[in-house]
T-cell receptor, first 115, second 115 residues
Framework: GAGVSQSPRYKVTKRGQDVALRCDPI?????LYWYRQALGQGPEFLTY????????KSGLPNDRFSAERPEGSISTLTIQRTEQRDSAMYRC?????????????FGPGTRLTVL | RKEVEQDPGPFNVPEGATVAFNCTYS??????FFWYRQDCRKEPKLLMS???SGNEDGRFTAQLNRASQYISLLIRDSKLSDSATYLC????????????????FGRGTQLTVWP
């Protein structure tokens, strides 16, 4: 079956522009997670959803970052007024249900470059 | 201090060698433990969960020492295809400011197996 998909795969934008990153989880997966990964580092948690409810957004760096999952399926991570330090790989993951022991399946990521 | 600490390596070993990776975690109340594998320019994928009694999956053995807050991964009879970055991952459950779905990743240990 289809895995987690993300779009766009690459995004180049100018400083100050807003960007929206999309994640399409595995069908039927209840939980959806957003991470940011810098080169040479492990993924860093940003936020996650259980169905459409945002359960934890404590990892979002500041109020320029927001995420939604209005119908409990596709999710969008939005970064407003982008800055060069926002450049990174943004990864989405999903799991069948919300439990700390559950496997998270990752998407291919969106490589964001802010000029 | 980071929640999960790993030696980044790199580890360079010949085919057939046995190699061990370690990581430590900071929160003694952590509940679930994993090793994920990440190939170059790819997404992380679950390699194996780590159980208190230790567990084995083919050539891979994972151990957990809760008293020392230490996790290990042993790879026997290394193959060229084992070359990747190995990420130590911890779930702290819903305590000490963390939430059930949040995973903490180490920075990863890079392994290269040469012929």
């Amino acid at each position: 079956g289809a895995g987690v998909s993300q779009s766009p795969r690459y995004k180049v934008t100018k400083r100050g522009q807003d960007v929206a990153l999309r994640c399409d989880p595995i069908s039927g997966h209840v939980s959806l997670y957003w991470y940011r990964q810098a080169l040479g580092q492990g993924p860093e948690f940003l936020t996650y959803f259980n169905y459409e409810a945002q359960q934890d957004k404590s990892g979002l760096p500041n109020d320029r970052f927001s995420a939604e999952r209005p119908e409990g399926s596709i999710s969008t991570l939005t970064i407003q007024r982008t800055e060069q330090r926002d450049s990174a790989m943004y990864r989405c993951a999903s799991s069948l249900w919300l439990a700390g022991s559950n496997e998270q399946f990752f998407g291919p990521g969106t490589r964001l470059t802010v000029l | 201090r980071k929640e999960v600490e790993q030696d980044p390596g790199p580890f360079n070993v010949p085919e057939g060698a046995t190699v061990a990776f370690n990581c430590t975690y900071s929160n003694s109340a952590s509940q679930s433990f994993f090793w994920y594998r990440q190939d170059c320019r790819k997404e992380p994928k679950l390699l194996m969960s780590v159980y208190s009694s230790g567990n084995e999956d083919g050539r891979f053995t994972a151990q957990l020492n809760r008293a020392s807050q230490y996790i290990s991964l042993l790879i026997r009879d290394s193959k060229l295809s084992d070359s990747a970055t190995y990420l130590c991952v911890v779930n702290m459950g819903a305590n000490r400011g963390s939430t059930l779905g949040r995973l903490y990743f180490g920075r990863g240990t890079q392994l290269t197996v040469w012929p």
